[in-house]
């Protein structure tokens, strides 16, 4: 008896054992990102500033220009590139995007510049092979606007996934380049201008975090902004939560969610009022916001807050364990 006994608890052992393995090792897979093509600009006589490495531009309303790319592929097989344009925007983190588009574009974006550029979207180059492209941009007569326009010109290899086993397709990473670009049809000085559209509950990475909504209605840029945000209760006697962040930038037309994290707590129904600071250089905003938090998205964010103990996720564990030792009891006293 004490033999199937000790066999039991050795056989139980082992599974725990393995069980641990498997949590703390599990293969990792790193791709391979080195080099395979170059781009490089080539930059026309009506460049702005030709220190630069990317499109600076100055035409006027119906003018063309031609924004030539040099692509040089550096491997010893053919490889195909597709090439998009995309609008510069603000990211959460306060960091000007270019190689992709936001989901909802800012509505006081005059036009988005991919609408006027043509030429070849996808490009095939030979082992070894350098090939100059030419895109045209025309920039719409009915549509001047002050300031600049910014986005990117996307170079990125496109991998043939029928010769991709269905593993290597999940870590596969593809290379790609983005060539700046920046449009006036005046080239001034314009003092940014900043507005708070909205605070809300929200999550970034399963978090909980208050959102405040930033934005850039002028057509610069926002250089070397500073954020300082605190959350109070409704009568403004109690701070809750606070952040700060600095030297961020944002892109000229666009707006970013500024979050205020809740550092692990979960959201409370009722109502709130956001005090938010924000300078760029010698520039300097502030607003007082109120705003309210329900139950149901409350009920729904803290749920979903991977840092908050699931109730849920807690009798759920302790019957899988129940239903397990009871199985093992079954197992001894079978054996028995």
């Known amino acids: 008896m004490n033999k199937i006994l000790f066999d039991s608890k050795k056989t139980m052992m082992y599974i725990v054992v393995i069980f641990i393995l ?17 781009v490089r600009p080539i930059l ?21 220009q031609t924004l030539s790319l040099e692509l040089r592929n550096m491997s010893d097989e053919e490889i195909n590139l597709s090439i998009s344009v995309h609008t510069a925007f ?12 936001a989901d909802v574009p800012d509505d006081t974006l005059p036009f988005f510049l991919a609408d006027y550029i043509q030429g070849d979207g996808k490009i095939t180059l030979s082992e070894g092979e350098t090939k ?3 895109l045209l941009l025309t920039l719409p007569e009915d549509k001047p606007f002050e300031g600049v326009l910014a986005a990117g010109i996307r170079v990125e290899e496109i991998k043939d996934s029928e010769h991709l086993s269905e593993e290597s397709m999940a870590i596969e990473n593809t290379l790609s380049y983005v060539m700046g670009l920046v449009v006036s049809n005046k080239r001034e000085q314009l003092s940014p201008e900043l507005d708070l559209l909205a605070v809300y509950a929200d999550q970034l990475n399963f978090r909980n975090v208050f959102s405040a909504q930033i934005q850039n209605q002028s057509g610069t840029f926002v250089n070397q902004l500073q954020v300082i945000a605190s959350i109070y209760n409704e ?4 701070r809750l939560y ?14 970013f969610a500024f979050p205020i994290p809740l550092n692990g707590e979960s959201f409370v129904p009722g109502t709130y009022v956001l005090h938010l600071q924000a300078n760029s250089g010698e520039l300097e905003w502030e607003w007082t916001r109120t705003f309210a938090v329900d139950d149901q998205t409350s009920k729904t964010f803290n749920r979903q ?8 996720n807690y009798w759920l564990l302790v019957s899988i364990f129940l239903v397990i030792l009871l199985l093992l009891v079954i197992l001894i006293r079978k054996r028995k």
């Open 90 to 101: 603000t990211n959460v983190s306060g960091v000007v995007e270019y190689g992709s588009d």
């Open 132 to 134: 100059q492209v030419d």
């Open 242 to 255: 606070s952040t700060e962040a600095s030297g961020m930038q944002m892109a000229p037309h666009s707006n």
């Open 44 to 64: 026309s006589e009506n460049q702005v500033n030709s220190e630069v490495g990317y499109f600076d531009l100055n035409l006027e309303p119906g003018e063309s």
């Open 305 to 312: 807050d991977i840092t908050i103990p699931s109730q849920t």
């Open 235 to 238: 009568d403004q006697t109690e």
């Open 22 to 38: 498997t949590l703390f090792f599990c293969p990792v897979a790193f791709a391979d990102q080195s080099a395979g093509f170059s």
